[in-house]
């Protein structure tokens, strides 16, 4: 999907399913649910939502990189 038939589907309240020109799964199951991204085989609410994760992706097409490289780095365990 396109970075603005993404914007009108975060911002509509049915359910959609797409991948953004940088490679992030979004969907949202439910009308008015929700928009969840996938991350390491399963789903996972993202934590803004309607013209907040607009801002979000716009910000992130900006810098170049996906939304989820917006997490900070998970610490790894090492023995």
Same mark, same amino acid.
């Given at each position: 999907?396109?970075?603005?038939?993404l914007?009108?589907?975060?911002?509509?309240? *049915? #359910?959609?399913?797409?991948?953004?020109?940088?490679?992030?799964?979004?969907?949202?199951?439910?009308?008015?649910?929700?928009?969840?991204? *996938?991350?390491?085989?399963?789903m @996972?609410?993202?934590?803004?939502?309607?013209?907040?994760?607009? *801002?979000?992706?716009q910000?992130?097409?900006?810098?170049?990189?996906? @939304?989820?490289?917006?997490? #900070?780095?998970?610490?790894?365990?090492?023995?």
């Amino acid at each position: 999907m396109t970075e603005e038939q993404l914007k009108t589907a975060f911002t509509s309240p *049915w #359910p959609f399913f797409g991948v953004s020109p940088h490679g992030d799964v979004l969907a949202r199951y439910l009308p008015y649910g929700p928009v969840f991204r *996938w991350s390491r085989n399963q789903m @996972i609410p993202m934590p803004v939502q309607g013209s907040d994760l607009c *801002w979000l992706l716009q910000a992130a097409a900006e810098e170049g990189h996906s @939304i989820t490289d917006t997490e #900070p780095a998970r610490k790894t365990r090492r023995k």
